[in-house]
Structure formats: C-alpha cells, structure tokens
C-alpha cells in the first residue's frame, strides 16, 4: 500500500494555542489528500479534502477558520487547529489516494495524530 | 444523505471460526466499498475492496457485494486472534473521490 507519514503523532497543547500537524506522502505524488477526525468509539469524519493548489474543501459544519489547511506542495498537507480547545482534543488522520492503473480510489492513510487539549 | 450502516456489535468468534461483518448503504450511486480494519489507536489500514456484483477473494479475506440489496459483507476464514480488531465498511460516491465510513464492527476472537 502507499506510504503516508504523520507528524506529530502525539501532542498535548494548553487551551488557546495553536497546533499544526502534518502529512506527508512518502512514494508518490498526492495532489488530493483528506482530514479526518475520530473520537472515541465513534467513526471517521471527515473534515475537509485538501487539494495542491487550491482551497481547501470542508465539509459541513467543520470550520474553515478555526481548522486551517494548506496544500503547499505535491507530497505535504498540514492542518492547523487554531485557539484549540478540549473539545478539539481527538484522533486527526490524514490519507492519500490509491495511484495507478489499478487504483479503484481507496485511500491510505496516515499513522494519525492523537491531539489532547487541557 | 449518504449512510453506510453496520451492526456495531461487539462480535465474537472462536478462533479458527468463520467471522461475518456486514453493511448497508444508501446511496445507490455508489461505486466501490473498501473494507478497513482499526486496531486500537491505530489508523485503518485496507483489507480490500470490491466494485462488482458477486464475490472477491483474497487469502483468509472474502468481500461480497450486492448492489440490488445495498449489501456489502465481509468474511473472514480461520479467524485468529490477531484478527481482533474494529472493521469498517466504507463506500465510494461521487466525483470528490469521498469515502463515507460506517460506524464499524468490533470483532472478538477467542483464543
């Protein structure tokens, strides 16, 4: 499967401040990648889908705002959690899509971020 | 709106047992549906996927797919321990390239 990195892969902030998390695509180009988040015991949601070049695309009810995302380069996505609070506190993974003739659209993805808000 | 359903259990099997997951979907414009499995604090990682009617194989790992019912299952022969997991269903719509997860399936093999 494609490789996808995360970094951090844990942090712990205070309420207020801001957090920016990456993801890198290892083999290959990604031009389109996607945030989720995923509390606990609960599913993936998905946040936005991060496109190179380009705005960012949200999904409703997720603010734009307040969850920056930049898709400066081919291989990089960061996402950066603005005046973060414990409600914020969650799983945040990122993923890439399959490439290739034989890619159906799957998605790989990242190790994920676990991020906690005091 | 897109809903993908699955009984989110807990199941759980005898080691060496067949396992069955299950799931629904809404929207019939759905293209393929992948099967992840997330072990705790993990990410999910792809087990398989399948787009056509019918059955698809691939070692200890059988994805069934039935477009008419809005069905998509998953079949795991010979579960083993190491198959304890959190397994979800996930469909693909529209032309975004989205996936619209199911809430998962905790699976439980007894050793």
């Known amino acids: 499967g494609a490789v996808v990195s995360q970094h951090p892969s844990w942090v712990i902030c205070k309420s207020g401040t801001s957090v920016k998390i990456e993801c890198r695509s290892l083999d290959f180009q990604a031009t389109t990648m996607f945030w989720y988040r995923q509390f606990p015991k609960q599913s993936l949601m998905l946040m936005a889908t991060s496109n190179e070049g380009s705005k960012a695309t949200y999904e409703q009810g997720v603010e734009k705002d307040k969850f920056l995302i930049n898709h400066a380069s081919l291989t990089l996505s960061t996402l950066t959690v603005t005046s973060a609070h414990p409600e914020d506190s969650s799983f945040y993974i990122c993923s890439k899509l399959g490439a290739g003739a034989n890619s159906y659209n799957e998605q790989f993805f990242g190790p994920g971020t676990r991020l906690t808000v005091l | 709106q897109k809903e993908v359903e699955q009984n989110s259990g807990p199941l759980s099997v005898p080691e060496g047992a067949i396992a069955s997951l299950n799931c629904t979907y809404s929207d019939r414009g759905s293209q393929s549906f992948f099967w992840y499995r997330q072990y705790s604090g993990k990410s999910p990682e792809l087990i398989m996927f399948?787009?056509?009617?019918g059955d698809k194989e691939d070692g200890r790992f059988t994805a069934q797919l039935n477009k008419a019912s809005q069905y998509v299952s998953l079949l795991i022969r010979d579960s083993q321990p190491s198959d304890s997991a959190t397994y979800l269903c996930?469909?693909?719509?529209?032309?975004?390239?989205?996936?619209?997860f199911g809430s998962g399936t905790q699976l439980t093999v007894l050793p």
């Open positions: 996930a469909a693909l719509s529209g032309s975004a390239r989205q996936l619209t």
């Open positions: 399948i787009y056509s009617n």
